[in-house]
DNA sequence: TCAGGGTGTCAACAGCGTTGACAACGCTGC
DNA sequence: GCAGCGTTGTCAACGCTGTTGACACCCTGA
């Protein structure tokens, strides 16, 4: 609608006769707006042409095909991700509270584009974003005082752990609303009645069953447990050599000086 | 092609008049097959019906659309995954040996079948083999001695985390090759050359960066170190009232007891 | 025997990603 | 100034997709 239809001698000659209307910052922009608007379904060839006043066809000249696309928007995306994760991480907090904080960030953006999200949490985008992105996560993991190696490890099961869990709340959220009531409404209706001699487990824990809706927090505790528990095993021979004589429940696992 | 084409009234006497032709189970299994065969992008109708030698709107009659076939076929592939878990599982292993191995087990089945895998693991099915898989996890974590309501946290949190990270990487692995290779050299390439003076950290862990292909174990490791460190943490006020003065780094969370 | 429901067939629709030929335009070297 | 060239937008078309409605067949139950 927006477009000046056939145009071919008839330019008016007022306009600076606007050459390169398009350009990859443009497409990236309507394609946003796009599935911002309309969701990720709607994402087409034919309607980012529309959306541009535009031939559909005309964005093949700045991306080789939809996958080459798709890839920018991600890279674009993760961008916005990791530096919101980093502007809201308070600078005075412990590593805890910086890293609990960082995988909401990064799971809250992943979220509110649910059909990129699995594209992008699975490619390694090499851009400077996800350096930055790297970078803090492995200068607040300094603070814990584990050797680098140990660091590097937790680090990338820190990562991937978000970016799975982040793709995973993505595709939950972005199901069907009668699906996903039907989904968080089985802990009650259908476990909640197995019968208790087949499920004996099951039957005891079914007053807590439906306690626990969104299971990332308790995850992530426990990796930070994990990670609280290889602190003290390091600093532990540290202040003493050796004092307790039960070493048969140690955390500690046995790969990391090796 | 193999077809019995017009058959009008020519009917040979000497078949008994395979009437029901179809049913959702031998659709299933061409799909399946299907699938297994040539990738998940090969699953069509049309290429559906000519797997069954039928017209290849002939399983409109057994499913509804498209999605509703998904999802049987998505509820078959979770219970083999379930049942492969739980088979493959020794009994007479510790509670941490039988989650290690569940969860590779899960993971396994899930990356055959890469499509599939993130539609199935953000489904709760609600289907005999998920309870069953519940009830067994259940059950291995009572070795623990947690009490109840923090051991159905944690297996929510050890389900989903699975389930997460198996789609993770059957996304992964179900990328180009080429763009997998790229992906993964990007380690060594890029962050390694990145400039000392901007990204410390990522230079002073520059040597580990390349060590760490699958964080899968090392993200199940932390978490088990976390439970291993809450029964520590429940296990001492049992043993001695108040031993160590020190209690500004012990793990324990403050949450289980309310 | 005959109505009815379930099942497979067929033609068609709208939409998709993608390609190749073509035309308009700006830039560069003479 | 202008010819040539590369870039960009246009247009028509191809082959594919999921899905629908009318139709024909055949088994079952009354």
């Known amino acids: 609608m927006a477009s000046r239809t056939p145009l071919r001698g008839a330019r008016n000659a007022s306009e600076p006769a606007p050459r390169t209307e398009l350009s990859r910052r443009r497409i990236l922009d309507a394609a946003q707006a796009l599935i911002e608007r309309e969701g990720d379904r709607a994402l087409t060839f034919r309607r980012l042409g529309a959306e541009l006043g535009v031939d559909p066809t005309a964005a ?21 991700a990791i530096d919101a994760a980093v502007a809201e991480t308070p600078g005075n907090s412990g590593w805890r509270e910086r890293m609990r904080l960082a995988a909401h960030s990064i799971r809250n953006t992943l979220v509110r584009h649910p059909n990129l999200a699995q594209l992008i949490s699975v490619r ?18 300094a603070q814990t005082g584990l050797p ?9 099961a820190f990562a991937d752990t978000v970016l799975a869990w982040s793709s995973f709340s993505a595709t939950f959220d972005a199901l069907p609303a009668e699906a996903k009531a039907r989904d968080t409404a089985a802990w009650v209706t ?52 050796a004092s307790d004589s039960s070493n048969a429940s140690t955390p500690a696992r046995s790969q990391e000086t090796e």
């Open 190 to 241: 259908t476990y909640r009645t197995l019968p208790a001699a087949d499920f004996p487990h099951i039957h005891a824990a079914s007053p807590y069953l439906d306690e626990f809706d969104d299971a990332f927090d308790i995850a992530l505790d426990l990796m930070f447990d994990g990670i609280e528990a290889r602190i003290a095993a390091h600093e532990a021979p540290k202040a003493r050599e």
């Open 148 to 156: 680098t190696r140990e660091i590097v490890a937790i680090q990338r």
């Open 60 to 80: 093949y000249r700045h991306f080789r095909n939809k996958d080459d696309l798709l890839l920018a928007l991600g890279d674009r995306l993760l961008g916005e």
């Open 124 to 141: 390694i985008t090499q851009g400077e974003h996800e350096a930055l992105g790297i970078e803090a996560t492995l200068a607040t993991l």
